[in-house]
């Protein structure tokens, strides 16, 4: 038994997980999830924000002490999409550096989509993908795992390891920023249309680029397809046991997509499944995922409580 920790630093959330990890079974001890906004502004400036930083910072100050506490004996910290975009990253990597006493990884968007791939897919029960049959959870692969970021979205497929992947500059945060803020609701038409061409653009690459078209079942991940999930299946509040591995269907999630663009802030911060922290981003989540189950023809998504943070606990464990 091996106890690791790992730290997922997105553009909207920093996470961590302490887990004991044995040959394929993954318990968790903690798992926490900031809202710290660390992508605020990176779009338009190119920059990490002084205030952002600090943010995150006193988040990842309250890990370490859990790290201590609960005795872990490798961390792993990586980030993503806003730092690989920031031109001060390094304030960053120092700041990481002082409060865990390790080298913040920031990796790029194909390393990004092998750890969500790990992550969503190992447990996932799996038959020989050469059987061709279904799983005995009722999936089929190759999967296509999407991972809804704040500043990007990645592109997985595969059956047992990454055949291909692709990550794209489309997320909840990035297009909001872009687009949505400060727009009132319901949304004018012609600003949900500069949204749908912004992702009908990315999706334009992911298909040039990624065999879209043989993936059997949708695995979609992180916090804007998981509340989604939790609107459509009308849960009281969040409710992760309930929310991993459900299936929601196409036409609810565009019913969910719709309803949540002509909300007002009040009305979607009231949905019970609602972190505070998205509330003014969800919108233009829950419309990333309607776009991809539409333009691939999916008539479902497979929700997964797993990511990229199990994807980062497993690659600890396997160099520990």
Known sequence: ???????????????????????????????????????????????????????????????????????????????????????????????????????????????????????ATRDLVRLSPETGLPTPDGTRPPYLVVDIGGGSTEFVIGSTHVEAALSVDIGCVRLTERHLRGVGAPLPAEVVEAVVADIDDALDRVSGEIPVERALTLVGLAGSVTTVAGIALELPEYDPDKIHHSRIPANRA???????????????????????????????????????????????????????????????????
């Open 254 to 320: 565009y019913s969910v997509s719709g309803r949540l663009l002509e909300m007002t802030h009040d009305e979607r911060a009231a949905i019970p499944v609602m972190h505070p922290g998205r509330v003014d981003v969800i919108g233009a989540g829950a419309l990333i995922l309607a776009r991809i189950l539409e333009r691939y023809g999916f008539t479902e998504v497979v929700v997964s409580e797993h990511d990229i943070l199990d994807g980062i606990a497993w690659s600890v464990s396997e160099i520990s």
């Open 1 to 119: 038994m091996t106890r690791v920790a790992a730290i997922d630093c997105g553009t909207n959330s920093v996470r961590l997980l302490i887990a004991d990890i044995n040959a394929d079974t993954l318990t968790d001890v903690e798992r926490r999830m900031e809202i710290v906004r660390l992508g605020q502004g990176v779009d338009e400036t190119g920059r990490l924000a002084p205030e952002a930083l600090e943010r995150t910072f006193t988040a990842m100050r309250g890990y370490a002490k859990l790290i201590d506490q609960h005795g872990a004996s490798a961390v792993r910290v990586v980030a993503t999409s806003a730092t690989r975009d920031a031109a001060n990253r390094q304030e960053f990597v120092d700041g990481v550096r002082e409060i865990f006493g390790v080298e913040p990884e920031v990796v790029t968007g194909a390393e990004e989509a092998e750890l969500s791939f790990a992550g």
